[in-house]
């Protein structure tokens, strides 16, 4: 498995959690990489992307609250995520991204998600 995600958990609504993806194949050095979620019955979307050089996008539903961040000597793409609400309650992955503006179509396979719930 190329990606990894991890740190997902249960929390309550106005948390904070910090999710991390690691690429142990080394495949999207030098990509723009992204973080994606899918909600229970949704189909899945872009929350964040970043560039190598560290420029970003959000979604709009979570613009101000999380932060998407990368480690590129460790291949480690990082999401932290503030005040969080039920709605944030997915499974999260993260994959390389061929476009920032639309922060998709994602680059190569899913690899393992990691589930974040927010109870009320």
């Known amino acids: 498995v190329q990606l990894q995600a991890s740190g997902g958990g249960l929390v309550q609504a106005g948390g904070s959690l910090r999710l991390s993806c690691a690429d142990s194949?080394?495949?999207?050095?030098?990509?723009?990489m992204g973080w994606f979620r899918q909600r229970p019955g949704k189909e899945r979307e872009s929350v964040a992307a970043?560039?190598?050089?560290?420029?970003?996008n959000y979604a709009d539903s979570v613009k101000g609250r999380f932060t998407i961040s990368r480690d590129n000597a460790k291949n480690t793409v990082y999401l932290q995520m503030n005040s969080l609400k039920p709605e944030d309650t997915a499974v999260y992955y993260c994959?390389?991204?061929?476009?920032?503006?639309?922060?998709?179509?994602?680059?190569?396979?899913w690899g393992q998600g990691t589930l974040v719930t927010v109870s009320s």
């Open positions: 970043i560039t190598w050089t560290g420029n970003t």
């Open positions: 994959n390389g991204v061929r476009s920032m503006t639309t922060m998709s179509p994602p680059i190569g396979s």
């Open positions: 194949g080394r495949s999207f050095s030098g990509y723009p």
